[in-house]
């Protein structure tokens, strides 16, 4: 979810990137992401054309929900907590992780290990992305994660000041951050190394995407979606595991990160037939998660076939 622009942007950057922030960092484990949440529904109530663009994205994507409503707002309650995920990456170490985050099929990831050709991990932008990254980081393993991507529209001298203070934070996440849009060498050798390597599946966090795609089929429609992660495992022969992280609305830690059981990829990456059939078998795991957790996921928006939008032509 994208907010443009506006003269009283400056004013809320302000605001919560300054005694927000503080606030937050010194209130107790956990509290931040509560209130993150609180404040993604007090916009959300605010914000009735982007309620209503979700609300008719989601519709068109999954038909005549009964909880479209508590879907849209979900949405936003998602996109705060992640906006503002910076605030707990300190507060989460080898001791305290288990309080925010639960994780499911971390055998497969160990499996893959033991094979020693590397592991990318394919995520979609659920719920926290980086949340997994840095817990598998504080947990002794490591990861690497691909990112760029940065906003398109020009940042007021405010706004560029707030991306400063974001990126110092992220800088806690306790791993490797590559540049999407840099040299893909160190990203191979890492493969090649066995290590871990985390790229999105969907889509870029912001700005124009990076690197290439393919058209793949998803919840009936035409999709497109990046081909690096069948594209590297078919490359280095490297075990590619999809993980989707979602909200926890059980009890327990706040947040869960499922591994799955890999792609079973064959062929060479020269071939677009092979790449292409990895990609949608990436598709048909992210359209099950988006019918599970249609709440969690962070481009809703893009869901049009609008320029930056996902879609590729009318419905099939």
Sequence with gaps: MVFDEHPLKDLYRRLIWGPYRR?????????????????????????GGRRAMLRAHLADALGPHPNLDRMVKECFETH???????????????????????????????RALDKGKGVIVAHPHFALPQLPLHVLGVLGYDVHQIGGGKPTVELSPTGEQVARVRAELEARIVATLHDGKGYIRPILRAIQDNKVVFTACDGTGGGDELGRRVVVQMLGRRVTMPVFAPWAGLRTGATVIPMVPWRNRAKGAPYVAEFEAPLELSGSAKSDADVQRGAQQLANRVERWLRQHPGDWHFWDKWTTAEGGLLVGATE
Excluded: M
Excluded at 23 to 44: F, M, Q, S, T, W
């Design 23 to 47: 606030a937050l960092e010194a209130a107790p484990p956990g509290v931040e992401i509560d209130v993150n949440r609180g404040l993604g529904r007090v916009v959300c109530r605010a914000s």
């Design 80 to 110: 705060f907590s992640n906006q503002y995920v910076g605030f707990t990456f300190q507060k989460v170490t080898s001791e305290t992780w288990p309080d925010f985050l639960t994780i499911v099929g971390r055998e497969h990831l160990d």
